[in-house]
């Protein structure tokens, strides 16, 4: 399912990053001083909270808004949004979960071939980028999955997605457009 | 942080003057322990009380403002131009007892009055229909009057203000300004806020009017209101068109909750989710001193939408709850596990000192200290430079 082809491609889910909502006010102050494991940024407002078990970073804002990142997949992020929470509450915080939403994934990709990118840009022209004085790989942007997928010329790839399934679609989708473009086949 | 405390320390010089009437007059009324609590918004009682009692004791007037000042504090972001209109009431109600005392301030919050008197007008009309339906239960005395509605405007800040300036109306039928002033204070829950702007030159007036026991007035106070309160209620489902009398309602609840431990049955104690939710408010308003009040507005809209949503409609009220509900389940700790591991650090390795430069790359850590002493390994040690680090 994640390639078109026998073997199979092995898609590294390396970020997912989530929101949630604690529904009361924070006390930035009291988190920084009383919380284990926090780093108190006043100039931004915000609090970071580092857990070990999920290794996730959280970033804690006073009005109760709290970004989870870090996390390996979707429900790691969850259980560590979980966890952090119950952190939160056992600081004495009327804190309740609610509003949880995994707002972007990024996964890597390796392509068993390299690939061209003058002529994967050329293929695909107006839905992919490629700027080499700017980055080295080539952007192709998938709309209706709003995914983003950079296209390097080794023949590693990065998609950046909304959740996991669409990352995985993106891949697929993908692939057969590499396919096409590989080094030592269409080298013009 | 410092700007709040800034503002705290602003408030509390003023609070501490007005602390020290009241509490050598403060024999009488037990509710003292209550007010103290709400020492920040204390300032915006003292603005009220001098506005309510043109002539009774500061002390008094700021205690019985004290329970509604969560509420005083939200409604006042939300409008300006309401709380002016309550100004207008006070002096005329002044105008009966002490003119003396009232002619001064007076003049000044006249220039308040003006503005609202057009708004007040399109008020009387809702304050009318409550009027037959308000229990009379109060003494027709004219100093009470100024007693009562203040006490009641103050306490129903939010709530239903045309239904508590109505039950004003009725305690003092006679006197033909009582309905203007009514109307007024109806029309601006929110009004009770302007009473600050006057705070000072209400406070000679309200020490003019010291004609009653303040105990039994509080009481009676208590009282209308509570059945302002249940009529409130009554009304606020009622009237989903009129999304700012429910939310009056409601924050009326909350001024009750805290009055007389009255069972909320609507507004945030609506749902399922009831015990949560009721603490939410409570817990906003012991962050008062930290939060702004914007802040607490902004949760509060955020109740309140949420509560007339599930007024307006169960349907969609149900809808939303079940969302919430299917988040919220924290179990506290069933399903989430703590973290045992950081307790293995609780060694007696001590270092206390000042820091010149701390780092940090993703999980390495680079310390740069100064000054300090520390025990390590049961000994003692002081350095004046110490360079450290670590990995998390």
Redesign the interface.
Known sequence: MDSSNDDALDIIITNVVATFRTRCHLNLRTIALEGINVIYKPELGKVLMKLRKPKITASIWSSGKIICTGATSEDEAKLGARRLARCLQKLGFKVRFSAFKVVNVLAVCSMPFAVHLIDFTKNNRPIASYEPELHPAAMYRIKHLKATVQVFSTGSVTVTGPNVQNVATAVEQIYPLLFECQKPLCKS | ?RELFLDEGLEDRVLDDLRHLWESKMMQSKAMEDFRKNNINSSNFVLQLPANYSQTDQEVTGQLYKVNVPVVVTQAAAGQQPVSQPTQKVPEWKETPAPQSVAVPQNTTHQQEVEPSPVSAASVTQPAHPKANLPPGQENNPPQKPHVPAVETSQLQGAHSPETEVALEENEPSPHPEPVNLSMTASASSQLLDFQICTEETFTQAAQLKTRDIDDILKEVIEEERVKAERARSLAPAKTDNQAEGVLGLDLDYNYSELSDIVQLDGPADNS?IE?EE??PL??ND?LG??NAE?IKA?QEGDESSNSISSSSDSEGVDELAN?EE????N??D?????D??DLFDTDNVIVCQYDKIH?SKNRWKFHLKDGVMCYGGRDYVFSKAVGEAE?
Do not use: K, Y
């Open positions: 942080m989710d949560e603490g939410v817990e906003e962050f930290i939060i802040a949760l919430v988040e919220d389940p924290l506290s700790g399903d989430v596990i703590e973290q591991i950081p940090r998390w």
